[in-house]
C-alpha cells in the first residue's frame, strides 16, 4: 500500500544545531508539505512542492528550508535550531487535482532545547 | 478575520448522542476537508468535499458553497470518536488552510 511516512517521530536538540525531518512519500504525488502544528493555532504552511526541483515559500517559513531532488522525498532542514522552533510537524502529499485527497504523515515533534 | 472558523472548540458527549461540528468560511475554495486527529497521533483525512453531502459509516460531512458553510455530523458517537476535528480549506496550488480544531470528548 502507498504511504507517507515521516522520521523521526520524536527529536530532541540543541538551540543552532542545524536539524533535517524526512518526509518519504510512495504515492507518486507531485505536491507535497511541510506544516508545523502549535497549540492556539491551526496547522501552518511551511514549505512546498509541486515537483522535481520546485520548492516555495509557505506563511512560516523563516529559518527553515526544502529541496526536493526527486518525486518521493521532501526533507525540511532547520538551518539553526531555534526554541521557537519547537513544535510538531506534519508533512502532507496530494496530487495535483482538486478531487484528490491529501494524506498526512504520522508527525514528527521536534524539541529545541 | 480568520478564514476558516470552526465551533465549537470543545464538545463534550455522552455515548450515544449526535454531534454537529460547524465550519465556516470567507474565501473561495475548490474542495473542503474535514481531518481527525487522535492524540498524540497523526492526521487522517475523513472526507473531501467541494459540494453536497458524503456519508461514510457514521459520519456525514454536508458542504453549501453559498453560505460557505460545511458541518461534520458523528451518529451514535461512541467513546473512540475522541478526537480532534479539523476543517482545512483547499485553495489555489491545492494548498490547504486548517481551522483550529474542535476537540470532541465522548464520555460512557
Known amino acids: 500500500d502507498a504511504e507517507i511516512t515521516q522520521s523521526p517521530r520524536h527529536k530532541i536538540t540543541e538551540t543552532g544545531r542545524q536539524v533535517t525531518l524526512a518526509c518519504h512519500q510512495t504515492?507518486?504525488?507531485?505536491?507535497m508539505f511541510w506544516y508545523r502544528q502549535d497549540l492556539g493555532h491551526g496547522l501552518r504552511l511551511i514549505h512546498y512542492s509541486y515537483g522535481v526541483q520546485d520548492t516555495n515559500k509557505g506563511e512560516v517559513s523563516d529559518g527553515y528550508s526544502v529541496s526536493r531532488s526527486n518525486t518521493e522525498d521532501l526533507p525540511l532542514t532547520l538551518e539553526s535550531a531555534a526554541s521557537s522552533q519547537t513544535s510538531v510537524y506534519f508533512c502532507?502529499?496530494?496530487?495535483?487535482?482538486?478531487?484528490?485527497?491529501?494524506?498526512f504523515g504520522q508527525g514528527t515533534r521536534l524539541t529545541v532545547v | 478575520k480568520n478564514e476558516v472558523e470552526q465551533s465549537p472548540q470543545n464538545l463534550t458527549a455522552q455515548e450515544g448522542e449526535f454531534i454537529t461540528i460547524n465550519c465556516s468560511y470567507s474565501?473561495?475554495?475548490?474542495?473542503l476537508h474535514w481531518l481527525q486527529q487522535h492524540p498524540g497521533g497523526g492526521i487522517v483525512s475523513l472526507f473531501m468535499?467541494?459540494?453536497g453531502k458524503k456519508k461514510h459509516g457514521r459520519l456525514i460531512a454536508t458542504i453549501n458553497i453559498q453560505e460557505k458553510h460545511s458541518s461534520l455530523h458523528i451518529t451514535a458517537s461512541h467513546p473512540r470518536d475522541s478526537a480532534v476535528y479539523i476543517c482545512?480549506?483547499?485553495?489555489?496550488?491545492?494548498?490547504?488552510?486548517f481551522g483550529t480544531g474542535t476537540r470532541l470528548q465522548v464520555f460512557p
Open positions: 482545512a480549506l483547499r485553495g489555489n496550488g491545492d494548498k490547504l488552510i
Open positions: 468535499l467541494s459540494s
Open positions: 474565501v473561495g475554495i475548490s474542495a
Open positions: 504515492w507518486n504525488h507531485n505536491n
Open positions: 502532507a502529499s496530494s496530487e495535483s487535482s482538486r478531487r484528490t485527497e491529501a494524506f
